[in-house]
């Protein structure tokens, strides 16, 4: 079955513009989590949705948003980007709520200059 | 505060050498502990999921133990094809909460 898959690649913004990401979650899949990975702060949970509910939240600022179609499409949002906001984010899905092992995509390369 | 932290940091092993990487952990309510794999431009791979001390879990080459405290990824005779970041996260739960916290990994380099 086709996995997680996240578009686009690879994206180069400029600081202060917006950017929205986009994850099509495992058919049958309704958990979607997202998450920034950068060399020195490894992998952090952004946000979980379910059934297009958020379900839980991590420590970012107001500026990272995110949302859950009913097909479980998901789409995360950051705006007014920052030169720290250059990461590798991920989205991964789950049949349920909470972490049991998570089915992740390849990541959005976002780079902000 | 919550927080896990994996060693070493890079490890290079012979084919055939066996070794062990570590995850310590403190979280509240610990509802699981995994580890996953990560090839360079991909997303983490699922390996296991431990959910109490005593557990043990094993595939392939690779067998995970847990404790209170920590977790091991024995490697048993790695081939080359097993490099890769080793990630390991633990899932705590307050009041409802859940919490996900990851390590910064374990980078596996294995020579031929």
């Known amino acids: 079955k086709a996995g997680v898959t996240q578009t686009p690649r690879y994206l180069i913004k400029t600081r202060g513009q917006q950017v929205t990401l986009s994850c099509s979650p495992i058919?049958?899949?309704?958990?979607v989590s997202w998450y920034q990975q950068t060399p020195g702060q490894g992998l952090q949970f952004l946000f979980e949705?379910?059934?297009?509910?958020?379900?839980n939240k991590g420590n970012f600022p107001g500026r990272f948003s995110g949302r859950q179609f009913s097909n479980s499409r998901s789409e995360m949002n950051v705006s007014t980007l920052e030169l720290g906001d250059s990461a590798l984010y991920l989205c991964?899905?789950?049949?349920?709520?909470?972490?049991?092992?998570?089915?992740f995509g390849s990541g959005t390369r976002l780079t902000v200059v | 505060e919550d927080q896990v932290t994996q060693s070493p940091e890079a490890l290079r092993l012979q084919e055939g050498e066996s070794s062990s990487l570590n995850c310590s952990y403190t979280?509240?309510?610990?509802?699981?502990l995994f580890w996953y794999r990560q090839d360079p431009g991909k997303g983490p791979e699922f390996l296991f999921t431990?959910?109490?001390a005593g557990e043990e879990k094993e595939k392939e080459r690779l067998k995970a133990t847990l404790t209170k405290k920590e977790s091991f990824l024995h490697i048993t005779a790695p081939k080359p094809e097993d490099s890769a970041t080793y990630l390991c996260?633990?899932?705590?739960?307050?009041?409802?909460?859940?919490?996900?916290?990851f390590g910064t990994g374990t980078r596996l380099k294995v020579l031929a």
């Open positions: 991964a899905s789950s049949d349920q709520v909470g972490h049991y092992g998570y089915t």
């Open positions: 058919s049958g899949h309704r958990s």
């Open positions: 949705y379910f059934s297009e509910t958020q379900r």
């Open positions: 979280v509240s309510g610990l509802r699981g």
């Open positions: 431990l959910y109490s």
């Open positions: 996260a633990v899932q705590g739960s307050t009041s409802g909460t859940y919490k996900y916290i």
